[in-house]
């Protein structure tokens, strides 16, 4: 708990601040000691990285820009490095926004910002430099004492993690104690499952729950409060990375491996195809998934769509998705309400125009799956960017899941017509 906190339980916060005079509340307002928690603070220790790994909201971009300034102005760090996801992450995040660099340093040590040197220039001539991930050249060569990563986790959804993370550990080479402060919300990767265990890393971890304090209720009702109990909660609240789950087809690694920022130069999609699977109960999603198979004959994952939605909603979600992928043909399954889901499309505007084929599960989930997931340990399925809701279910599910896993069922229906269209059977 932190010092402001524990005085505004006591019902002294109030006081103590009229007992200080002027300049002294002014400079409290940026006392990071002050209003910081305990884990917000950088570990004593020999280690060379911090890993801030937390639930949503606990106040990692915030711990991360105040250590940052702690740092250069009371610790002697001069070369800083700021390495974010991509320029807008850094530049709104790290640099601009609420929780970012400017908005934090006091205004006896507020730092000039110059955008086009990549560079903000601190007042006693320490400089921090920005880079990226989807330029992981930028670091080579590039030499710091200190570096802040933002989200290091989301990294995979451009070029991966390794290759910016090496480029950037390989400059970590001058100053009397080198470290790198590391903030994400966890990803099950192998990336991830290794630097937690590296003796170099120091791990703190936190709850979203831990900040409620400075957070709006309405935003714990309806961003938090339904993940509780559930497996992506124990991800996205308590911090946690989640293990791979005995029996499931997938795992986060063979997704990974894969997985593309855009798709390659020179393949085009020779036929693109959205999976429907309808809700089996009310409340349930509806699984709204396009792929496309691409000249080299591979399969890319394109767009993840699913929602809970009226009928009218989400017919009009899949036209929209129709328009926007062009795609050639929705498969939907009909085995909940016979033609329901061609009926439901058809009556919104722009449906009638849609190639439409009805499939039917005569054959159990798992047994459908298996071929999809041989594709994937192929490496011929590549996720264009990251879905986490859909990976989750993924990975997650197994023949004794009770529940139904409407997004996976989207795409295995949707890669199933790919290959069955192309000739090459599902065996």
Do not use: C
């Amino acid at each position: 708990m932190s010092q402001a906190e524990l005085l505004s339980s006591t019902g002294e916060k109030d006081s103590y601040l009229a007992s200080l005079d002027t300049d002294a509340a002014a400079r409290l307002l940026y006392d990071f000691k002050f209003w910081g928690r305990p884990k917000q603070f950088m570990p004593e220790g020999n280690y060379l990285v911090w890993l801030l790994m937390t639930g949503r909201g606990f106040g990692k971009n915030w711990a991360l820009s105040q250590n940052i300034i702690d740092s250069v102005m009371n610790k002697g760090y001069r070369h800083v490095g700021l390495l974010g996801r991509t320029v807008p992450d850094v530049r709104k995040t790290m640099i601009e926004g609420e929780s970012g660099i400017l908005k934090l340093s006091p205004p006896w040590f507020k730092p000039e910002y110059i955008p086009s040197n990549r560079e903000l220039v601190f007042p006693n001539g320490a400089k921090a430099t920005t880079y990226t991930a989807v330029e992981p050249d930028q670091l080579r060569g590039a030499q710091h004492d200190l570096v802040g990563v933002d989200e290091l986790a989301a990294f995979r959804q451009v070029n991966g993690h390794q290759e910016a993370w090496e480029n950037m550990k390989e400059g970590l080479r001058i100053g009397v104690n080198p470290r790198v402060i590391a903030t994400t919300t966890p990803r099950p990767t192998k990336f991830m499952r290794d630097l937690v265990k590296d003796d170099l890393t120091v791990v703190t971890g936190g709850h979203s729950d831990e900040n409620k304090t400075n957070l709006h209720w309405s935003w714990y009702s309806h961003v938090i409060d339904p993940l509780r109990g559930t497996r992506r909660g124990r991800q996205e609240a308590e911090g946690l990375i989640l293990e791979d789950v005995e029996g499931a087809l997938w795992t986060h690694d063979d997704i990974d491996k894969y997985r593309i920022p855009e798709l390659p130069n020179g393949v085009g999609l020779k036929r693109i195809i959205i999976g429907v699977d309808p809700a089996g109960g009310g409340g349930d999603e509806i699984g709204i998934v396009g792929v496309g198979k691409g000249s080299d004959d591979h399969y890319y994952l394109l767009r993840d769509r699913s929602l809970i939605a009226s009928p009218n909603a989400w017919a009009a979600e899949v036209v929209k998705l129709y328009q926007e992928i062009q795609a050639d043909r929705v498969v939907g399954e009909k085995n909940y309400g016979g033609d329901m889901v061609e009926a439901t499309l058809r009556n919104v505007e722009g449906g009638r125009i849609m190639a439409y084929t009805a499939v039917s599960a005569s054959r159990g989930k798992a047994i459908r799956a298996e071929p999809i997931s041989a594709l994937y340990e192929r490496g011929l399925v590549h996720h264009v960017g990251m879905f986490s809701e859909l990976e989750d279910q993924m990975t997650s599910w197994t023949q004794d899941s009770p529940d139904s896993p409407d997004r996976l069922d989207a795409l295995v229906w949707a890669v199933t017509e790919l290959i069955e269209t192309a000739g090459q059977g599902i065996w």
